[in-house]
């Protein structure tokens, strides 16, 4: 397994059990969250253009871009 899909089950995991908690949990699971897609889009943004078609790398989806 990618250490990138990892990183997902986790933050999914994490998101799941802080549902409902009034600890904070659930704040610092959806930031955590955001800031993983964030790196998502800046990867991919730095890779290529909005208007630059090009292949997909390995293990790379498709609907990230």
Do not use: I, W, Y
Request: no cysteine.
């Amino acid at each position: 397994m990618s250490h990138d899909t990892e990183t997902h089950q986790a933050l999914l995991s994490a998101l799941k059990a802080s549902q409902g908690r009034s600890d904070g949990a659930f704040e610092k699971a959806v930031t955590d969250a955001f800031a993983h897609v964030f790196e998502h889009l800046e990867r991919l943004n730095a890779v290529s253009g909005p208007d630059e078609d090009r292949p997909l790398h390995p293990g790379e989806s498709p609907t990230l871009r």
